[in-house]
């Protein structure tokens, strides 16, 4: 397999976080000892007087791994706005080297690590001296990338943009998922299809609203 992949999405709120679960969920069920990571997450809540990165934290439970988020997660923002925002608001710069280090070592515990991004895909990490996009997170972690796509109307537009974007910085698409799909409806049938079309990206899997398993292959993850 490869060391890791990286998930994004066509947008806030497209559910990253959900099939991020899926996936690694079905990964560690086929026997795959593979772990999670993500460079900063924005809106985590307080419980008992300590910051919890919820994401992570429903990422893990999902997969089965009883460790602390705190320890899966770089940068963690109480502030539900964008990552370079929330870092200006706390004064805590968002760094690639500490990114970079940080994924290194969860790697070392792993055979396999899913990485999941903050947001769409052109999302800004630190955009002062020392710029940092989503896209230099991927690009300094060496990984390819699924894309997670809404299946409602509108969608073609959003998955077409984020694949050629990625493609224009060099980052290799390795498939789309759709997600909240429902096969009972034509226009989402054809936006599948549609998007398979333009793109000449595949979509590996569908993901119903509430489906608990993700069915798709991973022969996606494995060396090309």
Known sequence: ?????????????????????????KLRNLGV???????ALSGAVYSDGKLIPGDCDFVLKQAGIG??????????????VSPHLASVINNV????SKIVNDFNSIKSRFEFVLVEGAGGIVCPFNLGEKR???????????????????ASLGTINSTVLTVE????????????????????????????IQIKNLTEVDVIATVKSGQQDIDMSIDIFKEV
Do not use: C, H, W
């Not at 710069?93 to 690639?96: G, H, R, T, W």
């Open 132 to 150: 940092v996009m989503l896209t230099d997170v991927i690009k300094a972690l060496g990984l390819d990338i699924i894309i997670v796509a809404s």
């Open 67 to 80: 460790e602390p988020p705190e320890n899966f997660v770089s940068y963690v923002f109480e502030q539900a």
């Open 93 to 96: 710069p968002i760094e690639l």
């Open 33 to 39: 000892n593979a772990g999670y990571y993500k460079p």
């Open 165 to 192: 974007y990625a493609r224009a910085l060099g980052i290799n698409v390795r498939g789309i998922i759709l997600n909240n799909y429902d096969e009972s409806d034509l226009m989402q049938k054809d936006n599948l």
């Open 1 to 25: 397999m490869t060391n890791g992949i990286f998930i994004t999405a066509t947008g806030t709120d497209v559910g990253k976080t959900y099939v991020s679960g899926l996936i690694l969920k």
